[in-house]
């Protein structure tokens, strides 16, 4: 739901996240499709009681020893007594809005490599570095981010050092 994903995000930033993460939860991913994404936690309780439809609250959410727990259960109500209560609604859009930017530059990153790049024998992505040197280097990362992708089969384990150490081999700085 909508609360999950401000939850997401914030803790995406506190992380230092770039766009792939504050873009938050996707509305979907392959065959999974999250409908009440859009919703927030009180609106779906609220829609479930109106039709007396039970539902399961799972304990452990009441558990401050968890991180996203500590984010709902503090940090959000702290925000929102500083910001009003629009605020949940206002980092959700932004993240919406930072998920179209990111899937706008992904295609334009996902031609660049297309264009640009070769595969090796061995499997290894090699880049026209005269042309790399030439694209915004937020395309440079995501260039990076996304032949780590194909590389690895998924950006788990990638985060900006590692776009860095990439950039600075490029540049010839290490």
Known sequence: NRDDNVETVLMNLGRGAGT????????????????????????????????????RVDRSNLQSKYMRNRIRMQLLPQMVSLFGEAL???????????????????????????????TTAGGKIVLDLDKFHLYYPMLQRLVIALCYERLNGSLRDFDYRTSERVLAVAAGTI
């Open 88 to 118: 949940p609604g206002n980092i959700h859009r932004a993240a919406r809005l930072l998920s179209e930017q990111e899937n706008a530059l992904r295609q334009i990153a996902e031609e660049i490599i297309a264009t640009d790049a070769r």
């Open 20 to 55: 792939f993460g504050l873009a938050g939860i996707s509305p979907r991913e392959g065959n999974l499709i999250r409908p009440l994404l859009n919703l927030s936690r009180a609106e779906i309780e609220h829609y479930l009681e109106s039709h007396q439809i039970g539902f």
